[in-house]
């Protein structure tokens, strides 16, 4: 859905705007349900950046640059690499033979796929650093969750509170936007599925996740989504892949699956 939207016309900030002014229209009957959310105020700020705008303005900006299987592969390779190397150096984890062992096949499925697709997306290799920028800030927000015991649903509320009034008026009148030449259903789709899908309900479901069963384990359940992102876009967004590249895409897949094993 990322793709396909900066792939039509929109900008990145536009989708961000999408996603930020529909999370807030979506917290707003749950403010009303049990009040303001319950976290430390301080703690909002830091949240904020890694969750709020560093995950999903690193994403956005990455797909107006490469390819959906790109994104995919490198933000689901990338994620648990990162958190498992943060945790390590705060002292919140360690890093198993086996957790190791997924994460270089991991690595050398992203080389792969990087090389094999090199030369038919131009400038593949930024929207791949915005990728990787983006996980890494999610991985910080990863950690902070575990460190902070941060509450899934108050957490997202007070995402959805803040983020919109920071910024909405940025976008306004300083971003480029391409807002004008979109619809209404454009602009309604995006902001429910970018808004109410991937920032309140997975944000709840992910912060959960992440206080059951721990960041090394939660980061690695997306074994599934690179084949499945890949799969998708080549029908729908006419991004095909070379036997290599289908090949890369399986190697991440499975190298999260040998480094789950036994994260459980």
Known sequence: MSRFIVRDGLTPWDVAMLRYAGAFVCVLPLVAWRGLPRIAPRRVPAVLV??????????????QLAPAAHGA????????AVT?????ACGMGRITLRRLAGLAIITLGSLLLAWTTSGAWDGAWRGDLLFLAAVSSWAVYTLLVQRWALPA???????GLTA??????????????????????????????????????????YTRSVAALGPAATTMIGAAVPALVALTAWPLLGEGLSPVAILAVLLVSGGMLVGIGRAR
């Open 164 to 205: 919109a009034p920071v910024f909405l008026p940025l976008w306004f009148f300083a971003l480029p936007s391409g807002m004008a030449q979109a619809s209404w259903t454009v602009m309604l789709t995006q902001a429910a599925f970018h808004g109410a899908g991937a920032s309140v309900i997975a944000g709840i479901l």
């Open 50 to 63: 890694f969750a709020g705008f560093g995950f999903p303005l690193g994403a956005y900006a990455g797909y």
């Open 73 to 80: 592969t490198v933000m689901a390779a990338g994620l648990p």
């Open 153 to 159: 649903l108050d957490t997202t509320i007070a995402l």
């Open 84 to 88: 498992a190397l943060l945790a390590a």
